[in-house]
């Protein structure tokens, strides 16, 4: 890929379809130069892999500005249909890659953003889940809500650095991943009769990386077309 001149250079993991390649997009078509990892660059279960991707990426793209932790492992299974070794296989794979692996790629990132003394950004994409709930994939679930946590914890302890942190809680968005989900019961959940849009979430994220969106630092925004309202 060839680098922008005066381009910020956006790393965005699980960027090679739906809400991932929509949110890359965005920020090619604002001018950034981005590396959008997919399962096949990088295993985010590894830390050594984590490593060398964001070296890298920082090679390729002369600095890591923006970080995007979007890539996620869903696994369908209610605790009363699995058996106990599936259960902890379940969480121990969704937790390896939806928080130990957005921990080490903010961490990989951040020192690099600190080692140049810019002001970064870092957007981690989660999930309504993680204030709804999600029976039928808690570990899931329960892995969005700690990504959320962990952005709000690194938004404290960044700020002095100049890296402001924010996260992004989707409802159901229309990708080829649950596609077999998005029924109409699921349309209905939201008053506008319909799911997200990926290009709906990629917005956000542009937004939320932006300069002017610093002082939106720890902030946790919902984009589930009112389908689901926190109080």
Same mark, same amino acid.
């Given at each position: 890929?060839?680098?922008?001149?005066?381009?910020?250079?956006?790393? $965005?993991?699980?960027?090679?379809?739906?809400?991932?390649?929509? *949110?890359?997009?965005?920020?090619?078509?604002?001018?950034? =130069? $981005?590396?959008?990892?997919? =399962?096949?660059?990088?295993?985010?279960?590894?830390?050594?892999? *984590?490593?060398?991707?964001?070296?890298?990426?920082?090679?390729?793209?002369?600095?890591?500005?923006?970080?995007?932790? @979007?890539?996620?492992?869903?696994?369908?299974?209610?605790?009363?249909?699995?058996?106990?070794? /599936?259960?902890?296989?379940?969480?121990?794979?969704?937790?390896? &890659? @939806?928080?130990?692996?957005?921990? @080490?790629?903010?961490?990989?990132?951040?020192?690099?953003? *600190?080692?140049?003394?810019?002001?970064?950004? *870092? &957007? @981690? $994409?989660?999930?309504?889940?993680?204030?709804?709930?999600?029976?039928?994939? %808690?570990?899931?679930?329960?892995?969005?809500?700690?990504?959320?946590?962990?952005?709000?914890?690194?938004?404290?302890?960044?700020? %002095?650095?100049?890296?402001?942190?924010?996260?992004?809680? %989707?409802?159901?968005?229309?990708?080829?991943?649950?596609? /077999?989900?998005?029924?109409?019961?699921?349309?209905?959940?939201?008053?506008?009769?319909? &799911?997200?849009?990926?290009?709906?979430?990629?917005?956000?994220?542009?937004?939320?990386?932006?300069?002017?969106?610093?002082?939106?630092?720890?902030? $946790?925004?919902?984009?589930?077309?009112?389908?689901?309202?926190?109080?």
């Amino acid at each position: 890929m060839s680098v922008r001149p005066g381009s910020r250079g956006v790393l $965005v993991t699980g960027g090679s379809r739906g809400i991932g390649a929509a *949110i890359a997009g965005a920020f090619r078509d604002q001018g950034d =130069s $981005v590396v959008a990892l997919s =399962s096949a660059d990088a295993d985010l279960a590894d830390p050594a892999a *984590i490593e060398r991707a964001v070296a890298n990426a920082v090679e390729t793209l002369g600095g890591v500005d923006v970080l995007v932790n @979007n890539a996620g492992l869903v696994e369908l299974g209610s605790l009363p249909d699995l058996s106990y070794a /599936d259960w902890q296989a379940i969480w121990q794979r969704t937790f390896a &890659v @939806n928080v130990f692996g957005a921990a @080490n790629m903010a961490y990989c990132v951040a020192k690099h953003m *600190i080692d140049r003394g810019i002001s970064g950004r *870092i &957007v @981690n $994409v989660g999930s309504r889940g993680a204030f709804r709930g999600e029976p039928d994939m %808690p570990a899931y679930g329960a892995s969005k809500a700690a990504l959320h946590s962990l952005g709000q914890s690194l938004a404290v302890s960044l700020a %002095p650095q100049g890296i402001a942190v924010t996260s992004v809680a %989707p409802g159901f968005v229309a990708t080829d991943r649950v596609a /077999d989900m998005v029924t109409d019961d699921v349309r209905r959940q939201s008053p506008f009769g319909r &799911v997200g849009r990926p290009e709906e979430i990629a917005a956000a994220v542009v937004y939320l990386a932006s300069p002017a969106a610093e002082w939106a630092s720890g902030t $946790v925004v919902d984009l589930n077309g009112a389908s689901y309202l926190r109080t």
